[in-house]
């Protein structure tokens, strides 16, 4: 009991930091509708994949916040990988594709390593045994990569009707 006493502690110090990170990501660089996009796309996505993985028990969350509503990571889905998307996307908004595809792999790396340390030392996060780590890590690689090219297609869009 006493561990998931500190695991839920360290699940809200996780979100007060991470609130603290993306109000000033989300005003800091101009065009901050693009970036509440790319927020919104992301959670809204995250959540449903989350919800698909969680049904068919493949990933479950033990230890979590708002547990009585959710069997999802809420979290992870809503706030932290937002945020890393966030980030992400105001590295990369003028790059091309080599440099996309790099920074990529480098911004994803600490979530991964974050959720392999969760799901081995902690009671936050357990994989069925179809889940491997090269699901999360590329999945977190492939959705981040959607998203960048919703985000593209929504400038693109943007700059032709303007």
Request: proline share 5%.
């Amino acid at each position: 009991m006493k561990r998931n006493k500190n695991q839920k502690k360290f699940l809200r110090i996780t979100l007060i930091i991470n609130l603290v990170i993306l109000i000033p990501l989300l005003i800091r660089k101009p065009p901050v509708k693009d970036w509440i996009i790319v927020y919104l796309f992301n959670a809204v996505t995250n959540g449903l994949i989350d919800n698909i993985l969680s049904k068919h028990k493949i990933v479950k969350y033990p230890v979590r916040l708002f547990s009585k509503s959710f069997d999802t990571h809420i979290l992870f889905d809503f706030f932290v990988y937002p945020t890393f998307t966030i980030l992400y996307n105001q590295m990369t908004e003028k790059d091309k594709i080599f440099p996309i595809i790099y920074k990529l792999i480098f911004i994803t790396i600490p979530p991964f390593f974050i959720e392999l340390w969760a799901e081995k030392k902690t009671d936050l996060i357990e994989w069925s045994r179809k889940w491997k780590w090269y699901h999360t890590f590329f999945g977190l690689i492939f959705k981040s990569l959607i998203t960048r090219m919703v985000i593209g297609g929504v400038k693109k869009l943007d700059n032709q009707i303007n």
